[in-house]
């Protein structure tokens, strides 16, 4: 059974930052697609970031430049480093897994693995 896992989250003041972590485990091989994806209160989920097993990264515009993703193969943990937190990144955060093309932050519901959910709340 395949599981996702996020830890890391907490709160912040403005400006701090976090590192979220996601770990995978029950599947036999690294998936070949990762994203983190986030909700507010009141909002619909929104992709954050994906990266694919070639390393390639997407970034949504609210974060590029302020978060970076990444993964450990060995250890089979996806990362999300938050850097510049604003108090607009108050989310539950989820990480997902898939083995489908292409990979892309935006085609959420190609994703079939998902995390419970990490809340990150951001102070101003």
């Known amino acids: 059974q395949v599981q996702l896992v996020e830890s890391g989250g907490g709160s912040v003041q403005s400006g701090g930052s976090l590192r979220l972590s996601c770990a995978v485990s029950g599947h036999p091989t690294n998936f070949y697609c990762m994203g983190w994806f986030r909700q507010a209160p009141g909002k619909e989920r929104e992709g954050v970031a994906s990266?694919?097993?070639?390393?390639?990264?997407m970034y949504s515009d609210s974060v590029k430049g302020r978060f970076a993703i990444s993964q450990d193969d060995a250890k089979k943990t996806l990362y999300l480093q938050m850097n510049s937190l604003k108090p607009e990144d108050t989310a539950m955060y989820y990480c997902?897994?898939?083995?489908?093309?292409?990979?892309?932050?935006?085609?959420?519901?190609?994703?079939?693995?998902w995390g419970k959910g990490n809340q990150v709340a951001v102070s101003a």
């Open positions: 997902a897994a898939t083995g489908r093309v292409p990979c892309s932050l935006f085609a959420q519901h190609d994703f079939d693995y």
């Open positions: 990266i694919d097993s070639d390393g390639l990264t």
